[in-house]
Each structure stands twice: as structure tokens, then as C-alpha cells.
């Protein structure tokens, strides 16, 4: 059993802190929103005060936040993590952040005498809640070998990304591939519509072509082929489209920091922005499909 610390109970924070509770560890958990912490309290995480309570005697510290100015904030803050935390701690931060703030912690967390990782997930709330997220985790290989017994409570595929920032790299990297991808399933669909092919016909044929690709065989932006997909609950979320275009932002500042050509990205941002300026923020990413058809 190990003391954990987790800061950030929301739609991710709660389910992962319940997935470590139920694998038997001692989790003390702090959030902003009084009705987040109560909800984690019922299902056995010890409710804290704040982030300096919460931490205060755990070995290994999980925050699972919105932004980078939140995790800065928490870590950096006046009463934040590094200045809280019990000496030894391993610190872990979960939330899906820009690669700059995620180094530039860590390197306060360094600087501070602590051991630090970014571990950004995918999987969404479904992964959270059945302990089958991805880790993409960036940071000393020796800090990694001490949390993957930690998030394997909370995930199935956990992977050493490489360096500090390296997680987050990860994550957007895949996940601009995601939303381009969706776009273009999107795009091919609209099209089969105009030229009269059957949507079941082009599934069948594409999900066993070159064609193939998550967007389309797990998650298809229309409703029918995949019964699982969110296109047959009027895109009910799944992945919001504002935390796609979150993803898609945080590709984009990262590609201009480095000077990386990523246009097909940008499109892909600026289709989304476009989605969610026109209200859909909260739908899912693939009702981007109905705009795209021009519906
Ligand atoms: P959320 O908004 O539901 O949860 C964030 C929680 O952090 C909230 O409960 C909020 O009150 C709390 N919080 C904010 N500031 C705080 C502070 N200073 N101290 C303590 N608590 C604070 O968001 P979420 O959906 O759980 O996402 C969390 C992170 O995971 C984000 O970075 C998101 O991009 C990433 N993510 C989300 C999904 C998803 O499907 N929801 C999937 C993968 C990754």
C-alpha cells in the first residue's frame, strides 16, 4: 500500500483516485469544487482541506488538472506541491498540458529535490472508470520504474515516452492524428453521401482497406457502422470537441516553438474552433462529421 495524494477529483481525477482506493492504496484527495471532493469521498478517497493537506505525508502525489496554468499554479503556487510535498515524493502530473510548462516544472520539481513525471492518459472518461487508460509518461527512467506499479492500478498500456515533456509530446502528437483523422473519415463519408454509396458499403470496404483508421472503425463519425460510437447518441460525449480542439491548440503551439510544418493540423484546429464557436463545444469530436456535411 502506498500514500497517495491526488489533486484534481473531475471527470478523469475521480475514477482514476477510485481505480487506486479499490487496488488497496491510502489515497487523501484535494479539488477545488466542493461537490468533486464529496463525490470522491463516497467512494473512499480522505477529503484534504487543500493541495498542502492533501500531500502532507504521501509518498506519491497524482494531479489530474485542466490546464498548464493549473498545474503551475498547484505545483508552483503558495501552497503548492513543491513547497508541501513530503521529501522523497514522487510527483506525477496527469493533466494533458503544453510541453513547455510540463518541462518547466519538472525542473522546479528537480530544482526542489523531487522526482517528477508528466503521464498524460488516453481513454477518456470510460478508460478512467475501468482502469484502461494509456500512460505516456516523460521523465528519469528511475522515477519511472516507481510510479508504473502505481498507474498500472489505474491503466493497461503504460509507456516510457523518454524526458521530461516527453509524455506530453506524446499526447499531442497522437492526438492531432486523431483529429485530423476524424476530419477525413468525416470528409469521405460527406462525400459517399453526394455521390450516392451506401455509408455501410464505404465502412465495410474502407474498414478493411487502406483506408482504415480508428477514427472510422472505432468511432465512426456516423451513425450504423459502429454501434459503439457516439454518432448514434446525437454525440453525446465521449471526447468533448473543446478538448479536442484543446489538443489540437497545444500540437500547434508546440509545432511553433520547434518550427514544425504541421498544416494539416492547423486546418484541423481551425475546423474545430469553427465547430465549437458554432456551439458544439460540448458535443462529441466526431459530430464535427455533421458540419463537415455541411448539415
Ligand atoms: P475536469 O474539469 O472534469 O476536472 C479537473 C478538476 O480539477 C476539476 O474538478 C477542478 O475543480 C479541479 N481543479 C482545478 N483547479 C484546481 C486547483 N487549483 N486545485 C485543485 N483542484 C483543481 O477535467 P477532466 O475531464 O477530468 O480532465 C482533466 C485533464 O485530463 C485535462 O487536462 C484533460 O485535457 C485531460 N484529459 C481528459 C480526457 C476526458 O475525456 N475528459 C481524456 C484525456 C485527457
Known sequence: MTEIAFVGLGNMGRPMARNLV??????????????????????????????????????????????????????????????AATPGALLVDSSTIDVETARTVA???????????????SGGVTGADAGGLTFMVGGDAAAYRRAEPVLSCMGKTIVHAGAAGAGQAAKICNNMVLGISMIAASEAFALADRLGLDRQKLFDISSQSSGQCWALTSY???????????????????????????????????????????PLGAEAAALYALFCNGGEADRDFSGIFKMISGQ
Open 220 to 262: 465512426c463519425p456516423v451513425p450504423g457502422p459502429v454501434p459503439s460510437s457516439p454518432a448514434n447518441r446525437d454525440y453525446q460525449p465521449g471526447f468533448t470537441a473543446a478538448m479536442m480542439l484543446k489538443d489540437l491548440k497545444l500540437a500547434q503551439e508546440a509545432a511553433h516553438t520547434v518550427g514544425a510544418a504541421t
Open 22 to 83: 479499490k487496488a488497496g492504496h491510502s489515497v487523501t484527495g484535494f479539488d477545488t469544487m466542493p461537490d468533486n471532493l464529496k463525490g470522491a469521498a463516497g467512494d473512499g478517497v480522505k477529503p484534504a482541506a487543500s493541495t498542502a493537506a492533501a500531500v502532507a505525508g504521501a509518498e506519491l502525489v497524482v494531479t489530474m488538472l485542466p490546464a498548464g496554468r493549473h498545474v503551475r499554479e498547484v505545483y508552483g503556487g503558495e501552497g503548492g506541491i513543491l513547497g
Open 107 to 121: 525542473g522546479s520539481a528537480t530544482v526542489a529535490g523531487f522526482q517528477m513525471l508528466d503521464a498524460p492518459v
